[in-house]
């Protein structure tokens, strides 16, 4: 019986497998309650505009300017940020998982996200993620955003590595799908325990 390939890359998405969501229902909705502002205006100027800023279309003050600092408000637009970059929280165990497996097997680690570009640079560099991650193809860096089959065509091209050597760890389904129609081999992360499991059944075990 024919041995499969080992695995020599592995794409990444960072909101929901290295580091919870930068910017999701959840931490607008923390916001809204901390700021005092009338969620349900905030919440649509949010889905008129954060699609632009995810794609690196407008920067992070020309979307807080858009939907939330459009009148006078009795914050500053510093404190906003710094409550927004705050929301981010490292998920439990797989930043130090995905090192260690890249030491053990000399991994390729490749990003591919959805993040608009302040919040992403912010988290790379408070995280440290820049010091095991090889390329990060981020939605607003390269001006593609995910469903769109295109940004994974672009982190395979810039990945160099055979197709069926990649395993791709993405915690949307639907993200799943469009990855694995395009014959990325992917897992649908849960949470920590179930991933390590995944991997070490595909030969990546990190003890």
Known sequence: MRKSPPIACLFLDIGGVLLTDGWNHRARKRAAAHFKLDWAETEELHRLTFD????????????????????????????????????????????????????????????????????????IRKFKLDSFVDAFISSSFVHLRKPDPEIWRLALDIAQTPLPQIVYIENT???????????????LHRDYESTRAQLADLGLRDG
């Open 52 to 123: 632009a800023y995810e794609q690196g279309k407008i920067t992070l003050d020309e979307y807080l300017n858009r939907v939330v600092f459009h009148r006078a408000r009795p914050f500053t637009k510093p404190a906003f940020r710094r409550f927004m970059f705050a929301q981010s929280q490292a998920c439990p165990g797989m930043i130090e998982l995905v090192r260690r497996l890249k030491r053990l097997y000399g991994l390729k680690i490749v990003v591919v996200s959805n993040e608009g570009r302040e919040l992403n640079a912010w988290r």
């Open 173 to 187: 389904p639907m993200f799943v799908q469009v990855a694995e129609s395009l014959g990325i081999r992917s897992i």
